[in-house]
């Protein structure tokens, strides 16, 4: 019997990319190569998908346009798998001991105030936060108050313990459940 549980799931993309590179440099799987569609359902389980966020920033085509290149052909993937959304934020570029840094800028913020407003709208039952970022339990709070629930996904060796206290669910998923996503 299917659970009706209407969910969406909200990428902190930065955090992942960054979760599943360590997880890949332990493997010969590509990153490039990893199956988001089929992970998002994975997640969403027998419940209602309504529809996944992933919030990224663009990088710089100046500093390295074949990395660029291959950043706005896994844009454009993502783009493909129905029912996903690719939320694209700001990258800031800025010195630090007279090297170059980038940094993905209000992406947490962007899934904050959408992770609220489709709350408030009634637009699930759940929200699935794939992040191990613990800046966003002020967020699960407020959500919480809209009378929702927040399951969130958390890594083998990388999870936030302040979201997993303030989350209805907790997921961790091991490396090797991860590997089963790419492709």
Not at 34 to 58: H, N, S
Not at 106 to 123: F, P, Q, V, Y
């Amino acid at each position: 019997m299917e659970n009706l549980d209407r969910v969406v799931v909200f990428i902190d993309g930065s955090n992942l990319y960054h979760i599943l590179k360590n997880i890949k440099n332990k493997s010969k799987d590509k990153l490039t190569e990893f199956d988001f569609e089929k992970f998002v359902k994975y997640l969403a389980g027998d419940r209602k998908l309504i529809r996944a966020y992933y919030y990224t920033a663009p990088l710089d085509k100046k500093k390295d346009e074949k990395t660029y290149s291959k950043q706005q052909q896994f844009f454009e993937k993502l783009k493909k798998i129905p029912d996903f959304e690719l939320v694209l934020c700001r990258m800031m570029k800025e010195k630090i001991n007279g090297k170059e840094v980038y940094t993905v800028k209000e992406d947490d913020i962007c899934l904050a105030i959408d992770m609220l407003k489709l709350a408030h709208k009634n637009a699930y039952d759940m929200a699935i936060l794939v992040s191990s970022d613990g800046d966003f339990v002020p967020a699960i709070q407020a959500v919480k108050e809209e009378g929702k629930k927040v399951e969130n996904v958390g890594f083998e060796k990388k999870f936030s313990w302040h979201l997993r206290q303030k989350c209805d669910r907790f997921k961790q998923l091991s490396n090797e459940e991860v590997k089963k996503f790419f492709l």
